[in-house]
Nanobody, 123 residues
Framework: QLQASGGGLVQIGGSLRVSCAAS???????MAWFRQAPGKEREFVAA????????SYVDSVKGRFTISRDNARKMMSLQMNNLKLEDTAVYYC???????????????????WGQGTQVTVSS
């Protein structure tokens, strides 16, 4: 079970941290953040693949967002800095036992999803 939290309202250039409590998820599962803005498809944001030592990010958040994972606490977080209007979306955490490196950015690679948390960036 995945439970996302920490969303909210922030001004342009501000920071926000969203977290995901991952009960029942193995430490070897791939975990990721996706987001979905109104009227748009769900978009990959960042992930820790189970076989990779480094996280991966969508280009639009590189240098601004940092994904982290605490296997002991069964938690995953996304620190978001220098937020932009286009970062406004519902953020979802997801987990997969079968995603391979070439498919980690595709939502249909993930069987387990949290309920989402709203992040709104205002001017």
């Amino acid at each position: 079970q995945l439970q996302a939290s920490g969303g909210g309202l922030v001004q342009i250039g501000g920071s926000l941290r969203v977290s995901c409590a991952a009960s029942g998820i193995s430490n070897t599962d791939t975990m990721a953040w996706f987001r979905q803005a109104p009227g748009k498809e769900r978009e990959f944001v960042a992930a820790f693949h189970r076989n990779s030592g480094r996280p991966s990010y969508v280009d639009s958040v590189k240098g601004r967002f940092t994904i982290s994972r605490d296997n002991a606490r069964k938690m995953m977080s996304l620190q978001m800095n220098n937020l932009k209007l286009e970062d406004t979306a519902v953020y979802y955490c997801a987990a997969s036992r079968t995603a391979i490196l070439s498919t980690v950015r595709f939502a249909n690679s993930y069987a387990y999803w949290g309920q989402g948390t709203q992040v709104t960036v205002s001017s």
